[in-house]
């Protein structure tokens, strides 16, 4: 044997006590380590329920604003804590884009909008800006929209012009629905039928539905006077007047068709011809005959 194999001791063997320590404090560690492990567990557990709840109450809380009709308030509020810290330059207004003119005057809707370039984009409330757009009579409808960092996109959808309404010795351009548009550059528009009466306008479309179904007919039509809020007088290019029935008007209005069709009735020497009653057309002649009246 080598001197330095002899040299070498034996390997002491641990006592039975060691053992137990390094035994226990192994268990010891193994539990520490699972509880840490079941109280991230439990952690991650409530952290779920915590941004569940937490996104729950933001979406009951969006509804509430929005059934209360809180919605332009609560934007309001955040718009004005928006104003107190200065914008950056990224997110000013750079460009005003406006699509879907082609009536409306476009300085108009620049002017109403206001002087809007240069200002925080955030801070603008789109609600205000749609609401002065409306008064214009031209706009309909408007959409205002912020396009980050720096537009504002408009789009008008304008009224349809409709009819030239005569009341009080002034004219006036309206829509279907009796919406005045404007009293401003009217001869352009002097192909459209003329209403006359205080309460024309909500009823005029109505009637210019009927009328339309005989096209060369309305096209004679000069004006039609309301009468009473509750029926309608036609007058024709050649001075003929036609007095509608209150009721059943397309029926009288077809029949009034064939009349001129088949005896060209309204060509005749005739001043008025009366169509209020549905069996009965009274007929009023013109300057030549004027003292007779015929039942027809």
Same mark, same amino acid.
């Given at each position: ?177 009796? $919406?005045?548009? +404007?009293?401003?550059? %009217?001869? =352009?528009?002097? !192909?459209?039928?003329?209403? /006359? *009466? @205080? ?10 539905? $009927?009328?339309? +179904?005989?096209?060369? %007919?309305? =096209?004679?039509? !000069?004006?039609?006077?309301? /009468? *009473? @809020? ?67």
């Amino acid at each position: 044997m080598s001197s330095l194999a002899r040299r070498t001791l034996p390997r002491a063997s641990r006592p039975d006590s060691q053992r137990k320590i390094d035994t226990a404090m192994a268990a010891a560690q193994h539990e520490a380590k699972r509880k840490a492990l079941a109280w991230r567990r439990r952690a991650n557990a409530l952290r779920q329920v915590f941004l569940l709840s937490l996104f729950s109450a933001a979406l009951f809380g969006a509804w509430w604003v929005h059934e209360e009709g809180h919605t332009e308030q609560f934007l309001r509020v955040g718009e004005n804590l928006w104003i107190e810290v200065p914008a950056p330059k990224t997110l000013r207004v750079a460009q005003v884009r406006i699509d879907g003119l082609v009536n409306a005057d476009r300085e108009l809707v620049t002017r109403q909008l206001g002087a809007l370039e240069g200002r925080a984009i955030l801070s603008l409330s789109l609600g205000e800006l749609r609401d002065k757009l409306l008064m214009i009579g031209w706009v309909q409808e408007a959409t205002v929209k912020r396009s980050l960092p720096g537009v504002i996109e408009v789009r008008i959808v304008e009224r349809e012009p409709y009819a030239i309404w005569q009341h009080e010795g002034a004219l006036r351009l309206i829509d279907s629905g009796g $919406v005045e548009i +404007t009293r401003e550059g %009217l001869g =352009s528009y002097d !192909h459209l039928p003329l209403v /006359v *009466g @205080a309460d024309a306008p909500s009823a005029a479309g109505r009637l210019i539905d $009927v009328l339309r +179904t005989e096209p060369a %007919l309305i =096209s004679r039509v !000069h004006a039609m006077v309301h /009468v *009473g @809020a509750r029926r309608w007088d036609l007058k024709f290019n050649n001075g003929v007047e036609v007095m509608l029935p209150e009721q059943e008007v397309a029926a009288a209005w077809a029949r009034l068709a064939e009349l001129d069709q088949v005896h060209a009735i309204l060509s005749r020497d005739i001043a008025v011809l009366d169509m209020r009653l549905p069996d009965r057309l009274t007929i009023r002649p013109g300057a030549a005959n004027k003292n007779s009246v015929q039942n027809i």
